[in-house]
T-cell receptor, first 115, second 115 residues
Framework: NAGVMQNPRHLVRRRGQEARLRCSPM?????VYWYRQLPEEGLKFMVY????????ESGMPKERFSAEFPKEGPSILRIQQVVRGDSAAYFC?????????????FGSGTQLSVL | GNSVTQMEGPVTLSEEAFLTINCTYT??????LFWYVQYPGEGLQLLLK???ADDKGSNKGFEATYRKETTSFHLEKGSVQVSDSAVYFC??????????????WGLGTSLAVNP
């Protein structure tokens, strides 16, 4: 029974490149959440998606960041033209459909380092 | 607005010491309250929860009681072990403007237990 799978675990990019972070939710889960974690800022909500829909993107920066959760395949968090300030741990979480979306199951995260 | 305030870390204890990590919240309505734990190199895991006033959540020897009168949800454990070394996050779930339940996170408290 695989949990939430994120890849890659570590991603190194140079300034100006694109970063793509992938998240496969737990089997049967149709809700996906992306968070960013910085040591001094704690865990920050970015976006909440259901299959093919963005439900809440109030935590997403207005530019360069986008997220999708297609009908088939993993959820993708995409960061275009990365800058050093994008360096952080990015966590994905999932929850089952239709009920409490409070009990989240987290992946192990992707550590993004921008050189 | 809704917010969660946790005591700042790091907290350093000797094995078998008593642990308290304070958490207070501000919320409208009737939030649910949670403690999540993040072990080194891993994603967050739900540790315990409480959904209404005076409820006590418990798991793995940890306890927290939902105190509406003091708007608190302090985490306690009577005798910590080295394996409890982790970062602990307090969170609340409340409805946002779009009537979706959303988790609001504290900044996390790092705990180090020495043998």
């Amino acid at each position: 029974n695989a949990g939430v799978m994120q890849n890659p675990r570590h991603l190194v990019r140079r300034r100006g490149q694109e970063a793509r972070l992938r998240c496969s939710p737990m089997k049967g889960h149709s809700h996906v959440y992306w968070y960013r974690q910085l040591p001094e800022e704690g865990l920050k909500f970015m976006v909440y998606l259901q299959k093919e829909n963005i439900i809440d993107e109030s935590g997403m920066p207005k530019e360069r960041f986008s997220a999708e959760f297609p009908k088939e395949g993993p959820s993708i968090l995409r960061i275009q033209q990365v800058v050093r300030g994008d360096s952080a741990a990015y966590f994905c979480a999932s929850s089952p459909p239709g009920g409490l979306n409070e009990k989240l199951f987290f992946g192990s995260g992707t550590q993004l380092s921008v050189l | 607005g809704n917010s969660v305030t946790q005591m700042e870390g790091p907290v350093t204890l000797s094995e078998e010491a008593f642990l308290t990590i304070n958490c207070t919240y501000t919320a409208t309505g009737y939030p649910s309250l949670f403690w999540y734990v993040q072990y080194p190199g891993e994603g967050l895991q739900l540790l315990l929860k409480a959904t209404k006033a005076d409820d006590k959540g418990s798991n793995k020897g940890f306890e927290a009681t939902y105190r509406k009168e003091t708007t608190s949800f302090h985490l306690e454990k009577g005798s910590v072990q080295v394996s409890d070394s982790a970062v602990y996050f307090c969170a609340l779930s409340a409805r946002n403007a779009g009537n979706n339940r959303k988790l609001i996170w504290g900044l996390g408290t790092s705990l180090a237990v020495n043998p």
